[in-house]
């Protein structure tokens, strides 16, 4: 079984930054693509950014690109996203996702496993 523990979150300006970390423990990590999604109450979950399992391929919703940028370490067993230039509507839950096999990465139903999410909130 796989453990997720995002941390990281808080309350930013806009125009600040925060890093979010997400520990993966319970079985290999370079086996597993991680995602980072969002959520709002009473809103869908949104896919945020992807990284594969060696981190050789990112991936970004648009909405984001050129602000947030995801990472990983293997040797540490942790994902990061790096969260730069936020905005109001970055506000929400952020959660991070993993996934044994490929396929379409802002599939939130392809992963197999996920964190408890940490808030982020960022005020105008």
């Known amino acids: 079984q796989v453990r997720l523990v995002e941390s990281g979150g808080g309350l930013v300006q806009a125009g600040g930054s925060l890093r979010l970390s997400c520990a993966h423990s319970?079985?290999?990590?370079?086996?597993?693509?991680m995602g980072w999604f969002r959520q709002d109450p009473g809103k869908g979950r949104e896919f945020v950014s992807a990284i594969t399992w060696s981190g050789g391929a990112k991936y970004y919703t648009d909405s984001v690109k050129g602000r947030f940028t995801i990472s990983r370490d293997n040797a540490k067993n942790t994902v990061y996203l790096q969260m730069n230039g936020l905005k109001p509507e970055d506000t929400s839950v952020y959660y991070c996702?993993?996934?044994?096999?490929?396929?379409?990465?802002?599939?939130?139903?392809?992963?197999?496993?996920w964190g408890q999410g940490t808030q982020v909130t960022v005020s105008s």
């Open positions: 319970g079985r290999t990590f370079s086996n597993y693509a």
């Open positions: 996702a993993a996934r044994l096999s490929p396929g379409e990465w802002a599939a939130g139903a392809e992963y197999d496993y």
